[in-house]
T-cell receptor
Framework: AQTVTQSQPEMSVQEAETVTLSCTYD???????LFWYKQPPSRQMILVIRQEAYKQQNATENRFSVNFQKAAKSFSLKISDSQLGDTAMYFCAFRQGAAGNKLTFGGGTRVLVKP | EAGVAQSPRYKIIEKRQSVAFWCNPI?????LYWYQQILGQGPKLLIQFQNNGVVDDSQLPKDRFSAERLKGVDSTLKIQPAKLEDSAVYLC????????????FGPGTRLTVT
């Protein structure tokens, strides 16, 4: 079974600075997807960024980028130029490549952006 | 485009009582998911529907939990009887089809069992 581990329960960052969240996963599969989801306080979970395992290039979405190290099974998220609206729980998630396979989530990292 | 709707948003019940949650996915989304999110943890999939058929219910405690999606649109998740450890947020999500990577989540129902 796949497992996803987020070792940082909570992180704080000053507004406009950069924060990096770590995620490791365990799988024997070669075809899979990795995701970072954001869950703001009392609001819906939304997808921040995704990475296909077959792509070597790291995904980027505006201020969010990932460092995908397939051999090390590591998938970190970097938030640049942090904004107050980035305050949220961030979940790393894994999905096997075959259709219909479920998302397996990590335990989450709480990010607090301070003004 | 309307998002995933869930009701109620909050529910407090006593142990051994029953409760039901409702989810209306995004229009046209064939795949619907129910997750349980215990405080301080990531969501855990309970059941996945493809139209009105069950794709995966391996982590659904079937002795007390049941779910249905009779017409392939709305879905209901029921707990009977509830236990203290069922206190959690129940999230509904939908996607266009199983192979589509993005799942859209609803606001969740926060259940407290006393």
């Amino acid at each position: 079974a796949q497992t996803v581990t987020q070792s940082q329960p909570e992180m704080s960052v000053q507004e406009a600075e950069t924060v990096t969240l770590s995620c490791t996963y365990d799988t024997s599969e070669n075809n899979y997807y990795l995701f970072w989801y954001k869950q703001p306080p009392s609001r819906q979970m939304i997808l921040v960024i995704r990475q296909e395992a077959y792509k070597q290039q790291n995904a980027t979405e505006n201020r969010f980028s990932v460092n995908f190290q397939k051999a090390a099974k590591s998938f970190s998220l970097k938030i640049s130029d942090s904004q107050l609206g980035d305050t949220a729980m961030y979940f790393c998630a894994f999905r096997q490549g075959a259709a219909g396979n479920k998302l397996t989530f990590g335990g989450g990292t709480r990010v607090l952006v301070k003004p | 485009e309307a998002g995933v709707a869930q009701s109620p948003r909050y529910k407090i019940i006593e142990k051994r009582q029953s409760v039901a949650f409702w989810c209306n996915p995004i229009s046209g989304h064939a795949t619907l998911y129910w997750y349980q999110q215990i405080l301080g943890q990531g969501p855990k999939l309970l059941i996945q529907f493809q139209n009105n058929g069950v794709v995966d219910d391996s982590q659904l405690p079937k002795d007390r939990f049941s779910a249905e999606r009779l017409k392939g649109v709305d879905s209901t998740l029921k707990i009977q009887p509830a236990k203290l450890e069922d206190s959690a947020v129940y999230l509904c999500a939908s996607s266009l089809h199983p192979a589509h990577y993005e799942q859209y989540f609803g606001p969740g129902t926060r259940l407290t069992v006393t």
